[in-house]
């Protein structure tokens, strides 16, 4: 096998060859040629084979003409003054340090660049450029010949808010670090035996700076606890931060008094170890895939603008301000952005994204045509019958919206827990508040404070973030990425699971493929092969691939007719690729799952290709893996392969077949009525309903940066055989979660048995607490990697 | 002895100093992307038309 310089794929037997490099297409090659001629070929000594390969028509044309108006400019600039302007755009394809060096030396590639500089978690680059040499849509048009095509969507300012919360998180964590770090310097005498003889002025003087220093801590630090305990309180539920607000209070106060008084040093440094404790587990929690997007809305796959056609004059319009009646002209590879009548042109619309199904449907003149399919072929002409707003596809996202309110309320185990935590706690602390204030009132204060500081439920707070944060990176390692940490817990309380068939249990763009009729000798096989290389229809590209490798033919009188199949020349013999209809001339309809595409050459009917649809790999040990699931399939498709997949899933009442959009959301809220916990595993929009009213939505992508519906995890697709594993793996994980409870429990008792006699010292609070923090964390994080070793997960 | 006490104010005045650096750190967006930069540091910046862009290099955010 020859691999391609530029992308890394095999080049087949007959690769372009530039410069006595094999590539595999023209388009790596011509982004050799254009970093070869700036002399920046140290893209490809920095890491082998670094490019991205475009599969599809690549050319630029005027797909970002709407660049240049004024309006959808000064949208997506972040800054332009003086001649200068700034852009942040998001580039998915970004992967490796090539790509960054390649971005960041844009200026070599052309003059009107000033600066670039790349965000790799974010895969975002950030240009400033001179409008004067280069304008915005030259910039992109510039980024789109290198193959890094830019994602230019409404939805960025989403982003910036994640970054502001991960900043401040940051921030609170360093000042609660240098205070627990100082704090500890003050409080040093208390460990050691002879502590109690520090000279007065000393031990007061530290005491007060301890208490300056807690100050932020108490006051900055912890208001994300406060502030959802007293949310949560508002809504009648007892949440873990309830306990910890009300163990930093306690400490903070008991302390304060002791200091003020001149009774000793307090427990600010206990307070400010746990405070530093909590928000590294909180931040680690939260550290989640940033480049991902889960709540994508439609808005997010539509164009910024379309060409719009008014008194015989184009111009570019934003997606809002188009109205019913516009006529609005779609170009090839450009989405249709609201549903409409065909006025010109032959429609071969690719609904994929829409439906899963990954056959173009084809137009003619006078259809009406939805929106959110992908015209594949030369330009149409469209007469709009809806906005944007009403049509069909945005309307069945607004229905969704429905969704997201089902899945809250799920109660979580850490808060049924900190629920019977707290009432035992409270019980326990008045208890002894009670039983001392018969010998000494001061002690039973002191006794009451020291309960509710002790059982302060650090570890219990840690042991989640840090077992499931490490769960999650181990699924992001094997491709499987999940929104946030809840899912982990969701995944685990599940008992059934509903798949979508096109595109999630089948592959969506390759099938088997087999040749009936006469057997075709090796120049017709050329021919045909020839033939097919012409059109971008993906049976066509199939039948294309299967065919061997031969020479290619050019084909003259190539002609494509939509809907129907492809005709031409090769060599002096007519070539006819296409439907039974179009070769036949028969018109009956055959309820078959197989797609047959004739062929007949020089006007003889040589036989037919049958195209079925291939399973995933693995998808009977999926199917396996479910053992104690309820199994359901939802397709949209027709039921022509009932009987193989009864063979699959087992039984025949839980397959559902023509089932649309709605038919699926409903059917998952009808298992959910019944009290079912229920996984949809999907992938096109068609699905994102039922995705988004499960109790987990999980969505196949070949390519996770791209094209998913809203959901709660991706899985890249080539890992679908082991889907049941991350879910095995995730009820592990709860395991280690309860195992975590329990030591933290136990360290609790000890605690509390030293409080309950008013014993607990300064020395046994800074002892208990900060060692129960490092206990937890270790063993959570050891405990899931230990355990991603023994299920074979890359840890 | 209670020359400790003016002298932990002076430690506390140092740490302090390191901490306002931290939060400028996290706060000028030096914290926001932790896997380029120790990609970048690794890239020769011998050519000629690369030497204007050391320079140039900060972030402004």
Known sequence: ?795 | MSVIVVLIGFSILVAVGFLIAFLWAVRSGQYDDDVSPSVRILFDNDEEENADKSVQNQPKV
């Open chain 1, 1 to 795: 096998m020859t691999e391609c310089i530029h992308c890394g794929l095999d080049c087949g037997k007959n690769p372009v060859m530039f410069d006595d490099k094999p590539f595999c297409c023209e388009g790596c090659s011509m982004v050799y040629q254009i970093l070869h001629e700036k002399k920046m070929n140290r893209y490809y000594t920095m890491m082998p084979t670094p490019g991205i390969r475009l599969d599809q028509d690549n050319t630029a044309g005027t797909r970002y003409a709407f660049l240049d108006q004024t309006e959808v400019r000064s949208q997506l600039l972040e800054f332009s003054d003086g001649g200068i302007s700034r852009v942040n755009l998001f580039i998915p394809g970004i992967h490796c340090s090539s790509c960054i060096w390649l971005l960041e030396n844009l200026n070599t590639l052309h003059t009107g660049v000033i600066h670039s500089h790349v965000n790799f978690v974010r895969k975002e680059v950030t240009i400033t450029f001179r409008d004067s040499e280069i304008s915005l849509r030259q910039l992109v048009e510039l980024l789109h010949t290198i193959h890094y095509i830019p994602e230019l969507s409404h939805s960025t300012k989403k982003k910036d808010e994640h970054q502001h919360t991960n900043r401040k998180m940051l921030m609170k964590i360093g000042i609660a670090g240098f205070a627990f770090g100082n704090i500890m310097l003050l409080s040093f005498p208390d460990y050691l035996p002879g502590g109690e003889h520090v000279d007065q002025l000393m031990a007061g003087t530290f005491g007060i700076v301890s208490f300056i220093l807690a100050l932020p801590v108490v006051t900055y630090c912890s208001s994300d606890f406060f502030l959802s305990a007293y949310k949560s309180l508002r809504k009648k539920i007892i949440n873990i931060d309830l306990p910890i607000s009300l163990g930093i209070l306690a400490l903070f106060l008991e302390s304060s008094w002791e200091i003020f008084n001149g009774y000793g040093p307090g427990y600010m440094d206990s307070l400010a170890g746990l405070l530093f404790f909590m928000l590294i587990g909180r931040w680690y929690q939260g550290k989640t895939y940033e480049s991902l997007s889960f709540d994508r809305d439609y808005r997010s796959y539509f164009p910024i603008a379309v060409t719009r056609i008014k008194e015989g004059i184009e111009d570019f319009v934003q997606l809002k301000d188009i109205e019913k009646g516009d006529v609005i002209l779609v170009r090839n590879g450009e989405l249709i952005p609201s549903d409409a009548i065909l006025l010109e042109g032959e429609g071969s619309i690719d609904y994929s994204f829409v439906t899963g199904e990954s056959f173009p449907v084809s137009k003619k003149t006078g259809d009406f045509v939805f929106a959110g399919g992908r015209q594949t072929g030369a330009a149409l002409l469209l007469k709009v019958e809806k906005a944007v707003e009403q049509s069909y596809l945005t309307r069945l996202w607004n229905e969704e919206k429905v969704g997201e309110s089902e899945k809250a309320g799920m109660q979580s185990v850490v808060n049924k827990v900190s629920h019977y935590f707290t009432i035992i706690i409270l019980t326990l602390a008045t208890g002894a508040l009670i039983y001392w204030s018969f010998f000494d009132f001061g002690k039973a204060v002191y006794v009451f404070a020291s309960i509710l500081i002790v059982a302060c439920p650090c570890a219990l707070a840690l042991t989640i973030p840090f077992t499931f944060g490490n769960v999650m990176r181990v699924f992001g390692r094997n491709g499987f990425y999940i929104r946030n940490t809840e899912v982990i817990e969701a995944l685990t309380h599940t008992d059934t699971v509903v798949f979508d068939k096109t595109g999630t249990i089948t592959h969506a763009r390759s099938m088997n493929i087999s040749w009936e009729g006469n057997p075709l000798s090796e120049t017709e096989k050329q021919w045909t092969r020839s033939l097919a290389r012409n059109s971008t229809h993906p049976l066509s590209v199939m039948i294309g691939e299967w065919l061997p490798e031969s020479k290619v033919i050019i084909a003259d009188d190539f002609r494509e007719i939509a809907g129907l199949g492809i005709t031409g020349v090769v060599d002096g013999n007519t070539i006819m690729i296409g439907s039974r209809r179009f070769i036949t001339g028969n018109d009956e309809e055959v309820a078959s799952s197989l797609s047959t595409v004739y062929l007949s050459i020089n006007h003889t009917i040589k036989g037919f290709f049958t195209l079925e649809n291939r399973y995933r790999e693995g998808l009977t040990e999926v199917v396996k893996g479910f053992e104690h699931y309820n199994i359901h399939l939802i397709s949209g498709d027709n039921d022509a392969e009932r009987s193989n997949l009864r063979d699959i899933i087992g039984s025949d009442e839980s397959l559902h077949f023509n089932q649309g959009p709605a038919d699926k959301l409903s059917y998952i809220r009808n298992l959910k009525s019944q009290g079912k916990r229920v996984i949809m595993i999907g992938d096109g929009l068609n699905d994102a309903g039922a995705l988004l009213s499960a109790d987990v939505g999980i969505t196949i992508a070949d390519d996770v940066y791209h094209f998913s519906p809203a959901c709660d995890a991706i899985l890249q697709s080539s890992q679908f055989g082991r889907l049941h594993e991350f879910i095995k793996f995730s009820r592990s994980a709860m395991k280690i979660v309860y195992s975590g409870y329990t030591i933290s429990f136990l360290y609790n008792i000890v605690g509390l048995t030293f409080a309950v006699q008013g014993l607990l010292s300064p020395v046994v609070a800074a002892i208990i607490m900060p060692l129960s923090s490092i206990t937890i964390v270790s063993f959570s994080t050891f405990s899931v990697r230990i355990l991603a070793g023994l299920k074979k997960l890359r840890a």
